[in-house]
């Protein structure tokens, strides 16, 4: 079995199964109104439920990316996130948490001043030019997301010649750039929902084996996302199902982290999973071995 390894804090982690990133919106306007927590009691909560729940990483965000989502400041940006940010650092230090953020800045303050293990950055670097150079200099993994355009603009950037060659040419010439500064752990994201239609999130989908080719860790987020409820005209607070269901294809074409809002029908798609490739792993060494023998 490949196993994957992230330099977390100083200290080689290795995940020999897939793992499950519950998310913590720090956000008035998210696109899911469940996940959105911004009282320390309700924040408190929502970690709680992650950790119990089977979690390994804590994304925070205070910034929604849904396309028509207001934009915000840095300044607000970071006072929305504080509240979180200080309740992880006192009481919950040992937790994996990442940031959910494109600004280069408020990546250095919720790891330099909060003890923050990743940066989940849905720009690849684009919007800040600055991110790239912080997150090498801070010496933690860091997201990599494809996504043409803004959070405002993206839903007109739709136009590929060719999508999967398009997205793996991207991915490339950014690990590339990272290598070079000196950033080795970096974990890669599709971006589904981000600068696609429905179509093209299916087809990304179905090719999401080819990511295999880099080595890298793989992330999918497709929690709740329009793809699942705009295809079977249903809601987003009904979409639970279909997300388990595309959660579950991705962990068999290699998905290394989910990121989700609902944590435990996730953990609980990931032990089906490996139960099913422990399975089928013992029927080939079966197979094997009766080769062997004859």
Known sequence: MDVKSLNIKGTLTAWEHPVVMGILNITPDSFYPGSRKQSEKEITGRIETILAEGGTIIDVGGYSTRPDAVPVSAEEEMERLLPALRILQSHYPEATVSIDTFRAEIARRAVEEYGVAIIND????????????????????????HMKGTPQTMTQ???YADLME???????RKVRQLHLLGVNDIILDPGFGFSKTLDQNYKLMRELHQFETFELPLLVGISRKRMIWNLLD??????????????????????????????????????????????????????????IRH
């Open 122 to 145: 849905i720009s690849g670097g684009e919007i800040d030019p600055d991110m790239f150079p912080t997150a090498a200099e801070l010496h933690v993994p860091y997201i990599l997301m």
């Open 157 to 159: 950037q739709t136009d």
């Open 166 to 172: 398009e997205i793996l040419l991207y991915m490339a």
């Open 234 to 291: 249903s809601t987003v607070e009904e979409s639970l199902n279909g997300t388990t269901a595309l959660n579950t294809y991705a962990l068999l074409q290699g998905a290394d982290i989910l990121r989700v809002h609902d944590v435990k029908a996730a953990t609980e798609a990931v032990r089906i999973v490996e139960k099913l490739k422990a399975s089928s792993d013992k029927i080939l060494l079966k197979n094997d071995v009766d080769t």
